[in-house]
């Protein structure tokens, strides 16, 4: 990693490589709303389907994805798979950035704080 102005380090090749991937799971307005569904807290896989309108093998394959990417996490009760995101970093990404858009589609941008102000 090499220093530039303002004390950040360049990441790696692989790293950005990783984020780029991530970004672009995201990119989807489904899986999307799954991560701003578990960002509310854990569900499984039925229940995710229903808030989100989804079919079950769809939202399954989506997850399944999520999980892959290291975005959800999962564990067994019984006979169901309830997801998670672990990861607080996650959250607030996810919901920084629906928040955010949401403010600038209702005309109110200055109701929510701007994401240089959250960000280092």
């Known amino acids: ?25 995201l990119a989807s307005a489904s ?3 799954l991560m ?4 509310q807290g854990e569900s ?3 229940h995710l389907a229903d ?3 989804g079919a079950l093998p769809a939202v399954s394959q989506h997850l399944a994805k999520l999980k892959l990417a290291g975005l959800v996490r999962s564990r067994r009760e019984g006979r169901r798979q ?12 996810v919901r920084v950035m ?15 704080p701007r994401l240089r102000g959250i960000v280092g």
């Open 82 to 93: 309830v997801y998670y995101i672990e990861d607080p970093d996650v959250v607030t990404l």
């Open 36 to 39: 701003w569904a578990l960002s």
């Open 98 to 112: 629906v928040v955010q858009l949401t403010a600038r589609s209702q005309q109110t941008p200055t109701a929510v």
């Open 1 to 25: 990693m090499t220093e530039i102005d303002g004390g950040f380090e360049d990441p790696s090749a692989e790293v950005l490589a990783a984020a780029a991937a991530a970004f672009g799971l």
């Open 31 to 33: 899986r999307l709303h």
């Open 44 to 46: 499984d896989v039925t």
């Open 51 to 53: 808030r989100v309108g």
